[in-house]
């Protein structure tokens, strides 16, 4: 495997053997199994970016799914008010409770960390046998996904009321973290997208993903169409 490692190592990026890049997305949700199957019934927590592979992880494995803004800032209080096992951002940024080190009891904190992900991740290539690749691959076929997309808008808030307006008969819109709309049709593989303001820098994000990878391109060309028009 790859490792990058942002400069204060809370951050950790994945490349498999045959050096692909890894969507934090995807080692969440595997982090995400690895985490409850070695304290069944934990919370995971996760940003609204994108989620469905950490949903029905973690629903496959008996734990609860939790989603909250995304940020470290939003992350540690939380887990921590919530005694929540595990967490994990589309960004790479992953946090632990410190029941996973053995922390003494009545002890409740939390630490962002990236080194515990590539050992959990070592254990599990050498318990299964697998290469990471493989490891991958439920998740690189299922689940399509269209990368970071960061945008320049003049006005961002008026653009997320157009965004609602033309996504109005959706199954779900939410507000939790910018806009996220829903279309769960499983005949068509369904989609969701989430734009939001970016925290650190002067931009919008959006990010998009499907069960259909021809659904998604479809998608994508249609939202950044709308995104210029607003330009």
């Not at 204060?8 to 050096?19: A, K, T």
């Not at 019934?41 to 734990?63: P, S």
């Not at 967490?87 to 080194?115: P, Q």
Request: charged share 25%; net charge neutral.
């Amino acid at each position: 495997m790859g490792i990058i490692w942002d400069g204060d190592g809370d951050r950790c990026i994945f490349l498999d053997e045959q050096g692909e890049f890894i969507e934090p997305y995807f080692m969440t949700a595997i982090l995400s199994e690895i985490m409850l199957k070695k304290y069944p019934g934990g919370k995971i927590l996760h940003d609204f970016r994108l989620t469905w592979a950490i949903d029905e992880v973690v629903k496959n494995n008996c734990g609860i799914s939790l989603a909250i803004k995304a940020g470290w800032s939003n992350f540690l209080p939380k887990m921590t008010r919530e005694r929540i096992l595990f967490g994990g951002e589309t960004s790479g940024h992953y946090f632990f409770s410190n029941l996973l080190t053995g922390g003494a009891k009545g002890e409740n904190f939390v630490f962002g960390d990236g080194i515990l992900p590539v050992l959990f991740i070592l254990e599990k290539l050498s318990q299964t046998g697998k290469s990471f690749s493989q490891l991958l691959e439920p998740y690189r076929q299922n689940y399509f996904v269209s990368g970071e997309r960061n945008f320049k808008i003049n006005s961002p808030e008026k653009l997320l009321k157009t965004l609602e307006e033309k996504y109005k008969d959706a199954q779900i819109i939410s507000h939790l973290d910018g806009l996220t709309v829903e279309y769960n049709n499983p005949p068509a593989g369904g989609w969701r997208f989430n734009f939001r303001l970016s925290q650190t820098e002067p931009v919008t994000r959006l990010n998009l993903e499907s069960r259909n990878r021809k659904l998604l391109a479809e998608k994508i060309r249609e939202i950044e169409k709308i995104i210029k028009s607003c330009h």
